[in-house]
T-cell receptor, first 112, second 114 residues
């Protein structure tokens, strides 16, 4: 089955810096890669997703890149703000896009 | 719209007790899911229901059963709770859209088994 590894487990940056979180997946048939943000005590919420027929997707300060050959994808956050502090989860799935396998999460702390 | 709702918010059980976690969505989604979240483990899929009348196992189904009662409701049952089932449980729903397959999560149920 699919296995998703996520690094780093914690990331501390200064406000205004960029943050990069990386994930690798094992199943070459996976074709959908979402990223979820979870604030402390809250539910996970989708922030961006990408399908395997696209190499990069951007939405304002966040972007996701996908390298199918290397089986890895990354989340890039530019101009970080304190409200970006949260746990970020990557995930992967194949076929019906329903059986998501999540990474173990990255705790991002943005200091003012 | 309330989105995805879950009851209860908190629950403490003794080992061996049973309980049912309830989930409902008002977004007319076909697919519904149950996850558990443990520290350092991320979210792990317990069971999912692709559409009304169908259910399938996820990564960690042992010790759980589910019922897709109708299109809106998807319940998770612990028949004989064990301390290893102490976790935060999230229900989610989704629909296959043109460009996104976003899963919408409920607020979670924090379960402690002593």
């Amino acid at each position: 089955g699919e296995n998703v590894e996520q690094h780093p487990s914690t990331l501390s940056v200064q406000e205004g810096d960029s943050a990069v979180i990386k994930c690798t997946y094992s199943d070459s048939a996976s074709n959908y890669f979402p990223w979820y943000k979870q604030e402390l005590g809250k539910r996970p919420q989708l922030i961006i997703d990408i399908r395997s027929n696209v190499g990069e997707k951007k939405d304002q300060r966040i972007a996701v890149t996908l390298n199918k050959t290397a089986k890895h994808f990354s989340l890039h956050i530019t101009e970080t703000q304190p409200e970006d502090s949260a746990v970020y989860f990557c995930a992967a799935s194949r076929g019906g896009f329903q059986k998501l396998v999540f990474g173990t999460g990255t705790r991002l702390l943005v200091s003012p | 719209n309330a989105g995805v709702t879950q009851t209860p918010k908190f629950q403490v059980l003794k080992t061996g007790q049973s309980m049912t976690l309830q989930c409902a969505q008002d977004m007319n989604h076909n697919s519904m899911y149950w996850y558990r979240q443990d520290p350092g483990m991320g979210l792990r899929l317990i069971y999912y229901s692709a559409s009304e009348g169908t259910t399938d196992k996820g990564e960690v189904p042992n010790g759980y059963n589910v019922s897709r009662l109708n299109k809106r409701e998807f319940s998770l049952r612990l028949e004989s709770a064990a301390p290893s089932q102490t976790s935060v449980y999230f229900c989610a729903s989704s629909e296959r859209g043109i460009s996104s397959y976003e899963q919408y999560f409920g607020p979670g149920t924090r379960l402690t088994v002593t």
